[in-house]
C-alpha cells in the first residue's frame, strides 16, 4: 500500500491533507480524487469547477491533478469542443493562480531581503559615521 495526499486547491488558496490515505496503486488514488471532487461538487457545479485536487505521493511529491471540470457530469450535453475549451480554460487558471502564489512569494522573500540589506547598510553607516568623527 502506498500513501496519498490530496490537497483541495481552489484560486491560491490550497487545503492541506495532513493525513493522507492509502491505495494499492496510482490508479486508486485517481478513483478516490475523482470520487472526492463529484461529492465536492454537487449541486455546486458552476461555483467549483476551477477548483482541484493535487495528489501527492508519501514525499509530497505531485503525481497529478484532478480538475473538477473534468469530472463534471453537468458539462455532458455540451459539445466536445466546448467541453475541451472549459477544461483549459480551468487548466490555465489552475497554472496562472499557482504562479501568482509563488510571485507573491518571491516578492516576500525580495522585501524581507531589501530591509535586511537596509538594515545592514544602516548599522554600517552608523559605525561608518562613527569612525569618521573619532
Known amino acids: 500500500m502506498a500513501l496519498f495526499y490530496f490537497l483541495l486547491k481552489h484560486g491560491e488558496q490550497t487545503i492541506p491533507d495532513?493525513?493522507?490515505?492509502?491505495?494499492?496503486?496510482?490508479q486508486s488514488a485517481r478513483a478516490y480524487a475523482d470520487a472526492v471532487a463529484h461529492d465536492l461538487m454537487r449541486n455546486r457545479e458552476?461555483?467549483?469547477?476551477?477548483?482541484?485536487?493535487?495528489?501527492?505521493?508519501?514525499?509530497?511529491?505531485?503525481?497529478?491533478?484532478v480538475h473538477f471540470s473534468e469530472v463534471d457530469e453537468t458539462l455532458g450535453h455540451l459539445p466536445a469542443a466546448w467541453r475541451e475549451m472549459i477544461r483549459t480554460v480551468a487548466e490555465r487558471a489552475a497554472a496562472f493562480h499557482e504562479a501568482m502564489k509563488e510571485m507573491r512569494a518571491t516578492l516576500a522573500d525580495s522585501r524581507g531581503t531589501l530591509a535586511k540589506a537596509d538594515r545592514v547598510l544602516r548599522s554600517g553607516n552608523a559605525s561608518g559615521h562613527r569612525s569618521a568623527r573619532n
Do not use: S
Open 18 to 26: 495532513r493525513e493522507g490515505e492509502e491505495f494499492p496503486d496510482v
Open 46 to 65: 458552476l461555483a467549483t469547477r476551477l477548483w482541484r485536487i493535487e495528489v501527492c505521493d508519501e514525499d509530497l511529491a505531485p503525481c497529478f491533478t
